[in-house]
């Protein structure tokens, strides 16, 4: 509960950066110049989607541009990395997703402290997961899967975004409630789609953002969603929970800063980000995703990321996840 609380506090006084450090006049010139948005998993997939969508809204309320750099590599960990140790100066700003939060849980393995090193500055939106087989798969329910795999342990590959990415730990949970064993085979970020689509891998517990399009192709099968009710995306989709009670998990998104952004920084961003959370045509470009939108405060965002690690992180030591 203790280093619970400690962590709770480093992201808290992370987002709320020292009030000393920001001077009226500068906070009435942020921003001045164009902001770098930093996201590390490639173009195409469901972070890229969300950080030019987000970037757009931003540009078009804040009156300057928002750059999207995609750094890809290392589950987002290199874009990660590269942010925190970016000028603190509100120019350069990184998406966050989920597998932050599991960063957070394996601190010791990086060369970075995610808690340490990145203020939250808002959240964007939580979107469900999907449990997903190449359509050779002779299956068509998770029970039908579950049979499956328990006639042919460590035979069926599990594909991921990465190793100790939210879709490898997605499939380990499932592995541990199920009692099966898959093996695992980490992509390189959105590579993972064209190798599910191959049939390199059999399953893959994808985000609905990127993986709906080729479910609604027929290249996927959705076989369950992992939230604990069904998406409006995939009404057809039971919940993995309805086989494996427990399993429960969602993907989300937001943003940070490198610690010490003065706070004018981070408070002009977070209340912009709410006002686009707040239009109509922006819930409906994140519906369209199969989300809904995150509002809240800086203090708000670093609860969920803590709550999110600790979840994960126990995980991550039952299923003894290291790093590559």
């Known amino acids: ?20 450090t920001a001077r009226p006049a500068w906070a009435q010139a ?41 750094k890809p590599g290392a589950t987002g960990r290199i874009a990660a990395e590269f942010v925190a140790k970016a000028p603190p100066d509100g120019y350069t700003l990184l998406l966050v997703n989920i597998n932050n939060a599991i960063d957070a849980a394996m601190k010791d393995k990086l060369g970075y402290d995610f808690v340490r090193d990145i203020a939250p500055v808002a959240g964007i939106h939580v979107v469900p997961m999907v449990m997903e087989v190449h359509p050779a798969v002779a299956a068509t329910t998770v029970a039908e899967f579950i049979a499956l795999a328990k006639q042919q342990p460590g035979k069926i590959n599990m594909g991921s975004a990465g190793t100790g990415s939210v879709t ?19 992509y390189r970020g959105a ?47 039971p919940p993995l929970g309805d086989t494996l009670p427990g399993y429960e998990l969602s993907s989300w998104y937001g943003i940070g800063a490198p610690k010490n952004t003065p706070s004018a920084a981070i408070e002009t961003l977070n209340r912009a980000v709410n006002d686009v959370l707040a239009d109509a045509a922006f819930k409906a ?22 709550t999110n690690s600790e979840k994960l992180g126990k995980v991550i030591q039952v299923a003894n996840i290291n790093l590559e």
């Open 191 to 237: 590579q993972i789609l064209p190798a599910l689509m191959a049939g390199q891998v059999q399953v893959y517990f994808g985000i609905v953002a990127s993986s709906l399009p080729h479910i609604n192709a027929g290249k996927f099968r959705a076989l369950a969603v992992t939230t604990a009710t069904r998406s409006h995306v995939l009404p057809q989709v």
């Open 30 to 70: 942020y921003p001045s110049r164009p902001v770098h948005l930093v996201e590390g998993y490639g173009a195409g997939g469901a972070p890229d989607i969300i950080a030019r969508l987000i970037g757009q809204k931003l540009s078009e309320r804040l009156g300057k541009p928002f750059v999207i750099d995609n």
């Open 1 to 20: 509960m203790r280093s619970s609380r400690r962590r709770s506090l480093l992201l808290a006084s992370g987002a709320m950066a020292l009030a000393s």
């Open 168 to 186: 490898h730990i997605a499939g380990e949970l499932f592995q541990l409630l199920a009692g099966v064993s898959l093996y695992h085979v980490p």
């Open 285 to 306: 470009q994140i519906a369209d995703l199969g989300g809904t939108t995150l509002p809240g405060s800086p203090a708000d965002f670093a609860g969920l990321i803590t």
